[in-house]
């Protein structure tokens, strides 16, 4: 499946890494959650459940996980990446849901629970309720009759840099995906580079500091390329060897060319 929506591409190239989703259950699900999940099962799920009219701007990511009591649980990610807060996401979540409920019977499957989570970056606080009844205008009295679940919502767009938790790769996506709508990323820009560079001493960090560098060319205006450029000599010229040679890179090729033939 091709995603050009570059929010949609870092989320699913950030989050699709099962050691990033791991600890984001980690760190975010509440605690009597994440004791029934043996999240040393974790693994990614096909999306094909999703309709074909869906698959271009399809951001959601499924998860399977065996629960610490027996059998298994489904964690449901989607990812809302627009500026303000969406009031059908309950809608757009069940619909995924009773779809990939929908696959399990076909396969003569037993019914899972699916936990759906969702990922908040956008400009304005989240202030949409999380209960798929809030919107429906219903009597108490048919409440009992129509669908009841709620998702579990994380809002970054208020988080500072500091106050994001888990390991380097998490709190990376995680700052990353909150700069994208800060005012001040242009004067922030050097910081947010300085924590992205420690995952250059990572396995495959390299391979990913591309794809963030990739996202923050093209998801945002609040910086422009020569910024950009200027913060990454900046990193380079503080000893990061190998640093330098990625913005080397991407000052003589260009950002987006250097990132396609990269």
């Known amino acids: 499946m091709t995603i050009s929506n570059p929010h949609d591409r870092f989320f699913r190239e950030s989050f699709g890494r099962s050691e990033i989703a791991r600890n984001y259950l980690e760190e975010y699900l509440p605690e009597q959650v994440r004791r029934l999940l043996d999240l040393d099962t974790l693994a990614l799920q096909d999306g094909s459940f999703i309709d074909e009219t869906m698959q271009e701007h399809q ?3 499924l998860y399977q996980v065996q629960l610490t009591t027996g059998g298994q649980a489904y964690v449901y990610f989607l990812f809302e990446h627009k500026s303000y807060p969406d009031p059908l996401v309950a ?10 409920w929908e696959r399990q019977v076909k396969e003569n499957n037993a019914l899972s629970p699916i936990i759906p989570l969702v ?3 956008g400009e304005k606080v989240w202030r949409v309720p999380t209960d798929f009844l809030a919107l429906l205008d219903a009597p108490a009295a048919l409440r009992p009759y129509l669908p009841a679940f709620r998702y579990h919502l994380n809002d970054f767009s208020y988080l500072s840099d500091e106050a994001i938790r888990g390991e380097i790769w998490l709190r990376v996506s995680l700052a990353t995906l909150r700069a994208i709508f800060n005012p001040h990323l242009r004067e922030e820009l050097g910081d947010l580079l300085a924590l992205i560079f420690q995952l250059g001493k990572q396995r495959t960090g390299l391979e990913y500091i591309r794809t963030i560098l990739y996202y923050l ?3 945002t205006e609040r ?3 020569e910024d950009l450029q200027t913060a990454l000599l900046r990193q380079g010229a503080q000893g990061e060897r190998t640093m330098a040679t990625i913005a080397q890179e991407f000052i003589q090729q260009g950002i987006e060319q250097g990132i396609e033939q990269g």
């Not at 979540?93 to 990939?100: E, G, P, S």
């Open 119 to 121: 990922i908040y970056h």
């Open 59 to 61: 951001t959601d990511l």
């Open 217 to 219: 060319s093209k998801a």
């Open 223 to 225: 910086v422009s390329r």
């Open 91 to 100: 809608l757009q979540l069940l619909r995924y849901m009773v779809r990939f």
